[in-house]
């Protein structure tokens, strides 16, 4: 009971001081399945702020920081895809909405707003969830990205490698900002 009553006045805290998130915790996956081999890549480098009362967040992600299973592949990724000397991030700045911070558990929420891939920026809307576990707030999102729409290109000798989408997952963990 004493949790509960602790959740609570936590969750009212968060939602009447309107202040703004920022990410602990990050973890960026993408998953790429091809005919010949499939291919996963993690980033826990990310960076985001969220605002609770409105709903705004932004997040960027340094592409080099995505970690492969082999060398070879982060090497082809970053120069021969991604060209992340060119475009070292990916960033996001939309509106999440769909959730009541002071009702607390698990919610399904939508996010909309601009990502920026390769340097190409798109509309898009994605679902996610959003969950409040004592201060923090867990923020957990799973999309398709068509390389196309961010004129990331397959070359044709390895058309069989690269898949034409891939999975991206997202799993943020926020914490409230301190302001100094």
């Known amino acids: 009971m004493k949790k509960i009553i602790f959740l609570i006045l936590t969750t009212c805290a968060i939602a009447a001081s309107g202040q703004k998130y920022i990410a602990e915790k990050s973890l960026v996956v993408f998953f790429s399945k091809a005919s010949v081999e499939d291919i996963t890549a993690k980033n826990i480098q990310s960076n985001s702020i969220f605002d609770v009362e409105t709903g705004e967040i932004a997040f960027s992600i340094p592409i080099k920081e995505f970690q492969f299973a ?43 707003g601009k990502l920026m891939i390769h340097g190409v920026t798109k509309e898009i809307d994605v679902p996610g969830t959003l969950e409040v576990v004592g201060n923090k707030v867990l923020l957990k999102s799973r999309f398709i990205v068509k390389l196309e729409d961010y004129s990331v290109t397959r070359p044709q000798l390895l058309w069989k490698n690269i898949a034409e989408q891939v999975e991206v997952s997202l799993d943020f963990t926020f914490i409230p900002h301190e302001k100094k």
């Open 70 to 112: 082999k060398s070879l592949m982060k090497e082809h990724f970053n120069e021969k895809y991604m060209e992340t000397e060119k475009f070292p991030k990916s960033t996001f700045q939309g509106i999440i909405t769909g959730y009541q911070i002071k009702d607390g558990g698990t919610q399904s929420v939508k996010a909309s």
